[in-house]
């Protein structure tokens, strides 16, 4: 079956800092990826995905490259404000499935 | 935009109640989905539907059913509520193997 593992958390930085949340995966045939964020309080929004190998997905500074030789989908930001501070979940639906499988989670707290 | 509308923020119930929440979407998409979200477990499916009156149980099904009368609106119902059912339950939809979009979650406690 599907599965997604995240680097654990808590993750704690400074504002500017470089952020990466590991993210792999196995699944069946060819996954589309996505990425989550969840800040305190509210549903999960859409940060960004990719649906096929290579592809690469970017929204509001953050980046993730489909990597389909390392099952991974890496989760990058050059440089964190506070207001990034929220809980990140990567998921992955395969091709011909409806649902949605994710990651626990990465908590992620920016400090000014 | 996409408009995920669960019914409750916070909902506070009793061991052995019945409990229905409520979740409505305005973008006519055809799949909708009830998860409960834990700390450290992620998000787990509960069920999730394809079609009006169609259903199909998730990974934690037990103790749970939903119901799709209307294309809009997935309701989920704990038909007896239980102290380990205190949960945050997030609902979503979605059309075709697009992403989903979530409503803004029902913190449920059961005392």
């Known amino acids: 079956g599907n599965s997604v593992t995240q680097m654990e958390g808590p993750v704690t930085l400074s504002e500017e800092a470089f952020l990466t949340i590991n993210c792999t995966y196995t699944?069946?045939?060819?996954?589309?990826l996505f990425w989550y964020v969840q800040y305190p309080g509210e549903g999960l929004q859409l940060l960004l995905k990719?649906?096929?190998?290579?592809d690469k997905g970017s929204n509001k500074g953050f980046e993730a490259t489909y990597r389909k030789e390392t099952t991974s989908f890496h989760l990058e930001k050059g440089s964190v404000q506070v207001s990034d501070s929220a809980v990140y979940f990567c998921?992955?639906?395969?091709?011909?499935?409806?649902?949605?499988?994710f990651g626990a989670g990465t908590t992620v707290t920016v400090r000014a | 935009d996409v408009k995920v509308t669960q019914s409750s923020r916070y909902l506070v119930k009793r061991t052995g109640e019945k409990v229905f929440l409520e979740c409505v979407q305005d973008m006519d998409h055809e799949n909708m989905f009830w998860y409960r979200q834990d700390p450290g477990l992620g998000l787990r499916l509960i069920y999730f539907s394809y079609d009006v009156k169609m259903k199909e149980k998730g990974d934690i099904p037990e103790g749970y059913s939903v119901s799709r009368e209307k294309k809009e609106r997935f309701s989920l119902i704990l038909e007896s509520a239980s102290t380990n059912q205190t949960s945050m339950y997030l609902c979503a939809s979605g059309q075709g193997h697009t992403e989903a979009f979530f409503g803004q979650g029902t913190r449920l406690t059961v005392v």
């Open positions: 990719a649906t096929k190998a290579d």
């Open positions: 998921a992955l639906r395969s091709y011909g499935d409806y649902k949605l499988s």
């Open positions: 699944a069946t045939g060819y996954p589309s």
